[in-house]
C-alpha cells in the first residue's frame, strides 16, 4: 500500500497561483487513481479533482475547472495541483487520497489519505 504527502500549500493574494505536490511511496503507484479533495472550516470534504492511473485523463469539480490542472509522473510517484486564478473560497486543507483501479468523485472510495496542506488565498 502506498503512503502519501502533500506540499506546496501557503498563503497567496486573489488571483494568484500554487502548486501542490503529493509524493507517494511504493512502487505500485501507478496502479492507484488519485483524487484531490478540500475542507475548509465548518464545511464537509470537497472534491476537487481526478486523474486515472496513466494520468490520461483527468475530471474536476465544477468550482475548479479551468483554473485547476492536475497531472502525475509514474516514474517519480508524484501527482501535482497547479491552481491559478485562486479565489478566497478556495481557502482549506487540501488533500491527496489514492484508490486502486478507477478514479472516482466520492471521497469514502479512496483508501489512503495524504496528512492535508493548508491554502489560504486572502482578498
Known amino acids: 500500500q502506498v503512503q502519501l504527502v502533500e506540499s506546496g500549500g501557503g498563503l497567496v493574494q486573489a488571483g494568484g497561483s500554487l502548486r501542490l505536490s503529493c509524493a507517494a511511496s511504493?512502487?505500485?503507484?501507478?496502479?492507484?487513481?488519485v483524487g484531490w479533495f478540500r475542507q475548509a472550516p465548518g464545511k464537509e470534504r470537497e472534491f476537487v479533482g481526478n486523474?486515472?492511473?496513466?494520468?490520461?485523463?483527468?475530471y474536476y469539480a465544477d468550482s475548479v475547472k479551468g483554473r485547476f490542472t492536475i497531472s502525475r509522473d509514474n516514474a517519480k510517484n508524484t501527482v501535482d495541483l497547479q491552481m491559478n486564478s485562486l479565489r478566497p473560497e478556495d481557502t482549506a486543507v487540501y488533500y491527496c487520497?489514492?484508490?486502486?483501479?478507477?478514479?472516482?468523485?466520492?471521497?469514502?472510495?479512496?483508501?489512503?489519505w495524504g496528512q492535508g496542506t493548508q491554502v489560504t488565498v486572502s482578498s
Open positions: 511504493g512502487r505500485t503507484f501507478s496502479n492507484y487513481a
Open positions: 487520497a489514492a484508490r486502486p483501479g478507477s478514479a472516482t468523485t466520492v471521497a469514502g472510495s479512496y483508501d489512503v
Open positions: 486523474i486515472i492511473r496513466s494520468g490520461g485523463s483527468t
